[in-house]
């Protein structure tokens, strides 16, 4: 017995630019000052392990249709009705947020250019974006360059008995999306509530446009997600 093939909610895509469908905003009770604690909690490794395997157009781009082009990129001032991350800090303590602002621009451009110079010198641009609380982000990674698919490792579910892979491929239109499921006995359902989508990417001849999460909160639905890339994909392409 073999995973489940990719499931596809091609049907589900945000009709309108800039127009999809939001969830009810999630009421917040914060324990502890948002800017006390990390954006990042708890996922550092399925994140790394996510971006290792089902980002590897940094490598593989060259291959693709078309081919890199230098034009510059500029990132959307709002993506998914979140803003960008130095703006949303800024709202909540703009003196005591500066050292994460400087760090998330740091962070930004370092990566900007190393995604560039994997893509023999395209434009590429990187921006993170959260949510007012900062609860919520992902960051969005757009390179004028075409890359492959994204794609999820096998893993014999039968034989480990579990209920699904801890890596699920889902196709959204023409966005593929990485979910990842906590582990569950064979003959359960994974609970939603505990899944959440890694990262999103669409490509095509001359752009590829990647999402990234930064926490589980908010990003559990890859038709939501899928709908955020189409949204960069108008506005950069």
């Known amino acids: 017995m073999t ?3 990719p499931q596809d ?3 589900d895509v945000p009709p309108a630019p800039g127009q999809q469908a939001q969830s009810p905003a999630p009421q917040f009770v914060p324990r502890r000052a948002p800017l006390a604690r990390p954006v990042v909690t708890g996922l550092i490794g399925v994140l790394v392990g996510a971006f290792l395997v089902g980002v590897p157009w940094l490598v593989l781009s060259l291959f693709g249709e078309g081919g890199p082009s230098g ?3 500029s990132a959307p001032a709002s993506l998914g009705g979140l803003s960008r991350s130095q703006e949303a800090i800024a709202k909540l303590d703009k003196t005591k947020g500066q050292s994460m602002i400087a760090r998330v621009e740091k962070t930004d451009r370092e990566t ?4 560039s110079a994997a893509y023999g010198g395209a434009g590429a641009v990187v921006q993170q974006y959260q949510s007012d609380q900062l609860e919520r982000g992902f960051q969005l990674i757009a390179v004028r360059a075409p890359s492959p698919e994204l794609m999820a490792p096998y893993e014999d579910i039968e034989a480990l008995g579990l209920a699904a892979p801890s890596t699920e491929l889902v196709r959204v239109g023409a966005v593929q999306c990485l979910v990842h499921h906590d582990q569950e006995p064979a003959g ?4 939603p509530d505990r899944s959440f989508v890694t990262n999103c990417q669409r490509s095509g001849s001359n752009l590829t446009v990647t999402l990234r999460s930064l926490s589980s909160e908010g990003n559990r639905d890859p038709r939501e997600l899928a709908g955020i890339v189409e949204q960069a994909w ?3 392409a």
């Open 71 to 73: 034009r510059s990129l």
């Open 9 to 11: 909610y091609s049907q």
């Open 3 to 5: 995973a489940d093939p």
């Open 112 to 115: 900007a250019a190393r995604v």
């Open 234 to 236: 108008r506005e950069l």
């Open 188 to 191: 359960s359902t994974p609970d």
